[in-house]
């Protein structure tokens, strides 16, 4: 099975920073970067395009410096199965500005992938961060994080995510294991109180890190995601929740 992390409203973050943080999140995961591609844009029949184009890493450091760069990827593949693979788009190539880190369960030993990305949150800011499991293949957990060909992960979530009805980042998308969230989270309105104070005021809610000034990790337990969502989900304060679909009644038995 195969996690990934998405973290929304990075424009902040630098391209020459976020390809300082794929070569350390690949070394301390002891995984070579096996390829390495960069956007170009193009122009088709007089229309702007882009494709994709395979460069060394070296290559594609001189072209971050060069500012010649405007998404890239770089990947662990072996025998055409991608383990590990961190994306970097802005708004220049698709619509937003996000950051994907997308592995192999086996990868990741003893959470060592979300304290990699608590330190990198302590010393960056982006927006929104969550991280979610459960996807069959890298592939599947990029479809997931940008919100595209119906990828979900719970049963009660919309088949489409529009990034940008994250409205300022005063909504969450759903609720996950791992959530890094900011200020204007915390002061969302849950009940007669605030998500902050509703997070603090029972154990099952989870737990808060404050990672900076601006950005805080909320953890919750597996066994509690499902009446988290629920609750949160039914005062509209998540864009992906959904009524759960009822199970179709079984047929009654017919007696002879």
């Known amino acids: 099975?195969?996690?990934?992390?998405?973290?929304?409203?990075?424009?902040?973050i630098l391209q020459n920073i976020?390809?300082?943080?794929?070569?350390?999140?690949?070394?301390?995961?002891?995984?070579?970067?096996?390829?390495?591609?960069?956007?170009?844009?193009?122009t088709k029949n007089g229309d702007r395009d882009f494709k994709f184009v395979n460069i060394s890493l070296r290559g594609l450091k001189?072209?971050?410096n060069l500012e010649e760069v405007i998404a890239f990827?770089?990947?662990?593949?072996?025998?055409?199965?991608?383990?590990?693979?961190?994306?970097?788009?802005?708004?220049?190539?698709?619509r937003t500005n996000n950051i994907?880190?997308?592995?192999?369960?086996?990868?990741d030993h003893d959470g060592s992938i979300l304290e990699l990305m608590k330190n990198f949150a302590r010393q960056n800011y982006f927006a929104y961060g969550i991280k979610y499991s459960k996807c069959k293949s890298t592939n599947n957990a990029t479809e997931y994080a940008g919100g595209f060909n119906f990828a979900t992960i719970y049963p009660y979530e919309k088949y489409h995510f529009d990034e940008k009805k994250l409205d300022g980042n005063k909504r969450l998308r759903m609720?996950?294991?791992a959530n890094i969230i900011n200020h204007h989270h915390l002061e969302?309105?849950?009940?007669?109180?605030?998500?902050?104070?509703?997070?603090?005021?029972?154990?099952s809610?989870?737990?808060?890190?404050?990672?900076?000034?601006?950005?805080?990790?909320?953890?919750?337990a597996e066994s509690e995601l499902d009446n988290i969502n629920n609750f949160l989900g039914q005062l509209g304060l998540l864009i992906s929740w959904k009524l759960p679909t009822p199970e179709p009644e079984k047929p009654k038995r017919r007696l002879p």
């Open 62 to 64: 001189r072209k971050i």
């Open 100 to 107: 994907y880190i997308l592995y192999d369960n086996k990868l």
């Open 1 to 12: 099975m195969y996690s990934g992390i998405a973290l929304y409203n990075t424009e902040n």
């Open 188 to 203: 969302i309105g849950v009940d007669n109180t605030t998500l902050k104070d509703w997070i603090l005021s029972d154990t």
């Open 205 to 220: 809610h989870g737990t808060l890190e404050e990672l900076s000034d601006k950005l805080w990790l909320w953890q919750v």
């Open 175 to 177: 609720v996950y294991t």
């Open 18 to 42: 976020a390809l300082e943080f794929a070569e350390t999140l690949f070394s301390a995961l002891n995984v070579p970067i096996t390829e390495a591609r960069y956007v170009k844009p193009i």
């Open 73 to 94: 990827d770089s990947l662990n593949e072996l025998d055409n199965i991608c383990r590990l693979q961190f994306v970097y788009n802005t708004d220049k190539f698709g």
